[in-house]
Each structure stands twice: as C-alpha cells, then as structure tokens.
C-alpha cells in the first residue's frame, strides 16, 4: 500500500504540474509553439507511464493473498 500511496503522490504532482503549465498557456493565442506542445505532451507521456504502473501493481494486489 505505500508504493501505491507514493504512486499517487506522483501522480497527483506531475498533474498539477500540468495544470500549471496549461495555466500559463493563452487562450487567446492564435498559435501555439513547439515548446508548448512538446510539454503537454511529455506531460501526457508521464501521467500514462505513471497510470500503467498504478494498474500493473493494483493488479498485483488483487492476485496477492491477504
């Protein structure tokens, strides 16, 4: 339970360095650079890479005894 509650930790930081970065982003701008989606997507890439884990060791606990 504690690499699950670690994992979430991580998770719940990468998300809010997300929801930074989109805060950061205008709106109003007609186009956006390189850079910008070049974060959103390594954003995209960790925040899976992290939920993969999360099922991979939920699916270990539930196949582990009690």
């Excluded at 979430?8 to 982003?25: P, R």
């Excluded at 109003?28 to 890439?45: G, M, N, P, W």
């Amino acid at each position: 339970m504690d690499q699950l509650t670690a994992l979430l930790c991580t998770m719940e930081t990468e998300l809010t360095n997300l929801m930074q970065d989109l805060s950061q982003l205008d709106s109003c701008k007609q186009a956006y650079t390189r850079e910008d989606f070049r974060k959103l997507a390594v954003h995209t890439q960790i925040i899976n890479q992290l939920n993969e884990r999360a099922q991979a060791m939920m699916a270990l606990t539930a196949s582990t005894p009690s």
